[in-house]
């Protein structure tokens, strides 16, 4: 079976993010930038499903600036097998992206396509469930354990307050929560030895697929700075400030 892993670039999740100050969005130039951390935990369990001998290859595809063939290259230093770069500076929103996957999704034949739940620029969490709605796959959504039994696949998912159970036929489509499995570092000699796997280069146009955005960003903001708080030295003190300051009591 062969699996598909969408791995967006998106600003490293220990930078501490600005917003332009024009506020048209978040400021990207000079920011370290890294696989989006649901991505990479959609490599590693494709990887898993390989040692297990369910798949039998993995191709990581990210979209964007040429740049995203870094977050590529990483995807093969953790055991994905080729990369597929859709290159294109346009702003890309997730009915895009589910549309150019659907593309490849056409052409490789892929038995499972597993993204993230969301990408941590965006938050959009809309990706997985566009694509399962494209091609009218079965999906397991914030899946926390994937089993693999023949045609079908049973995921566990978190839902607030539990866990559900749900089993699909493949092919399906999966999107990554936190606690699926923790993603391995790649070591120096699979670093080395990814450089020389093959990464196609495609345009959104060779899959005949309008990116035109259908969202416009209004504005983007900061979150309000927050006061500093102050240390009392008693419940009586306390209350009194809730009541004469804070006017809550
Ligand atoms: P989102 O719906 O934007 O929160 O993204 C959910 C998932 O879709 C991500 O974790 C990726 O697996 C995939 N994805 C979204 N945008 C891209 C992109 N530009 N390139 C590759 N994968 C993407």
């Known amino acids: 079976m062969k699996i598909l892993v969408p ?17 048209t969005g978040v400021e990207t130039a000079g920011v370290k930038m890294s696989m989006n951390p649901f991505d990479e935990i959609g490599i590693e369990e494709a990887v898993r499903l390989k040692e297990k001998g369910v798949a039998t290859e993995i191709v990581a595809v990210s979209m964007g600036v040429a740049a995203c063939a ?20 346009a702003d890309l929103q997730p009915l895009a992206v589910a549309k150019l996957m659907k593309a490849l999704v056409d052409k490789e034949q892929p038995g499972l396509v597993i993204l993230g739940k969301q ?26 354990k994937v089993t693999v039994d023949g045609d079908k696949m049973e995921v566990i998912r978190e839902v607030d307050g539990g866990l559900e159970t749900v089993s699909l036929n493949l092919p399906a489509i999966i999107t990554t929560d936190l606690r699926l499995n923790e993603p391995r570092y790649a070591s120096l000699p699979n ?12 345009k959104p146009e060779d899959l005949g697929v309008d990116v035109t955005p259908r969202l416009t960003v209004v504005s983007v ?21 809730l009541r004469t300051e804070a006017k809550v009591i």
Request: proline fraction near 3%; charge should be positive; aromatic fraction near 4%.
């Open 70 to 89: 870094e977050t590529i290259r990483t995807a093969l230093a953790m055991g994905a097998d080729r990369g597929i770069l859709v290159e294109t500076d």
């Open 7 to 23: 791995v967006k670039r998106v600003v490293d999740y220990n930078v501490k993010v600005r917003v332009k100050s024009d506020g």
């Open 191 to 202: 670093i080395m030895k990814a450089r020389k796997k093959p990464i196609d280069n495609v």
């Open 119 to 144: 990408a941590i620029d965006d938050d959009m969490s809309a990706t997985g469930q566009m694509l399962a709605a494209l091609l009218g796959w079965a999906q397991g959504t914030f899946a926390s």
């Open 221 to 241: 903001a900061e979150p309000p700075k927050r006061q500093a708080g102050v240390k009392v030295g008693s419940v009586a003190e306390l209350v009194a400030k």
